[in-house]
């Protein structure tokens, strides 16, 4: 095998007794060891949990001698690996820095990848770095996913898509978690803002589109930073769309200043590369802001989806910045204004109480 995968045959026995096993919490915890130390040979001292995500996918660290990977754990019944691998070799031909895949079972939803690492872009950040050469590092990478990735082998992000992702928002966070009851009058402002959000973000120029470029999804690495990982949704779409996930983050915030002067270096960098880049710095910033309201209004009903389907409450704490980047746009652009208007009267008062009611009682709420 390629990448230095050290191997060392066992018994059956030798597996049926080992540790890996012993210490299953579960069948498929069992089923990854049996993996690794039977059909890839590994020499496995210990298989820990690294991550999860907002998917029903899990990632595991198998620490072998000198070097670890992660195991990525797709129940191949809820998930599919087949658009990861897809997207990684994408990625891959552009330059970026994605993991290294080992070994692959497609059947079982198992992927053997390379290890980059336990520090996030937003662990950094939180504990005080200089966002500086982060967000450069973020920003260069970016820019050659969006001038050399293939994005004509990606489905489109087409309309029906982006109003599937702003149906989340009124059926989640306003009924469900809000308890808010529209009247015709608001479900029609609703729909004419869904349809003039979408007639913005299909007048972009067409990318590719990672779909979560944000510093949880950006691994700091000593090499060819950033490390890029959660890609597998990846779609042809707005050129906007990654750079607002990533200066308007849903786990962390820059003042509005900031994140202009970022918007136009990167409009700037991409302009020398060949990219789409629009008229002017109006025009390009008008593009990130409005699809930056698209993208925050389905991730409201995400967040709250994940918490009352799920049972994942951490998504909530997010839920006000988030609500905040959409209000900011509202107040920037004319045809957002009544938009913003019935926000300020029903939503932006109601969401901490709705908060405090949702985590006391529970994911039955």
């Not at 040979?41 to 990977?69: H, I, K, M, N």
């Not at 932006?348 to 405090?356: I, K, P, T, V």
Request: glycine share 8%.
């Amino acid at each position: 095998m390629k990448g230095g995968i050290i191997m060392a045959r066992h018994s059956n026995a030798d597996r049926k007794t080992s540790p890996l096993h012993m210490l299953a919490a579960d069948a498929r915890h069992a089923l990854i060891a049996d993996w690794l130390t039977g059909a890839l040979g590994l020499a496995v001292r210990s298989l820990e949990p690294a991550s999860s995500d907002a998917s029903f996918r899990r990632y595991l660290r198998a620490a072998v001698p000198g070097t670890t990977y992660i195991v990525m754990d797709a129940p191949a019944d809820k998930e599919d690996v087949r658009p990861y691998l897809k997207v990684s070799a994408l990625l891959a031909d552009t330059g970026v820095h994605v993991p290294r895949v080992y070994a692959r079972d497609e059947a079982r939803g198992l992927l053997l990848l390379e290890d980059l690492g336990a520090t996030s872009y937003l662990a950094r950040l939180q504990a005080g770095a200089d966002p500086e050469p982060l967000y450069a590092d973020a920003l260069g990478a970016l820019v050659k996913i969006q001038v050399a990735g293939a994005c004509a082998t990606l489905a489109p992000y087409n309309r029906a898509e982006l109003l599937r992702e702003l149906s989340l928002m009124p059926q989640w966070f306003l009924a469900r978690h809000l308890g808010v009851a529209v009247s015709a009058a608001e479900q029609a402002l609703l729909a004419a803002t869904f349809e003039f959000l979408i007639a913005e973000a299909l007048a972009q120029p067409t990318v590719f589109v990672h779909r979560d470029y944000h510093a949880r999804n950006l691994m700091v690495v000593p090499q060819a930073n950033p490390g890029i990982i959660d890609f597998q949704d990846a779609l042809a779409g707005p050129v906007g769309y990654d750079l607002v996930s990533l200066l308007k983050d849903c786990y962390i915030d820059w003042p509005r200043a900031r994140v202009e002067g970022w918007v136009q270096d990167y409009r700037a960098r991409l302009g020398r590369a060949g990219g789409p880049v629009g008229a002017d710095d109006m025009q390009f910033l008008r593009w990130f802001d409005l699809i930056g309201v698209q993208r925050h209004l389905k991730v409201l009903g995400i967040f709250c989806r994940l918490w009352y389907r799920d049972g994942k409450a951490g998504y909530l704490a997010d839920l006000p910045r988030t609500l905040a980047y959409v209000s900011e746009c509202c107040r920037l652009y004319a045809p957002l204004a009544s938009f913003g208007e019935f926000l300020d009267a029903r939503v932006r008062r109601q969401l901490a109480l709705a908060n405090e009611r949702a985590l006391a009682r529970g994911t039955d709420a």
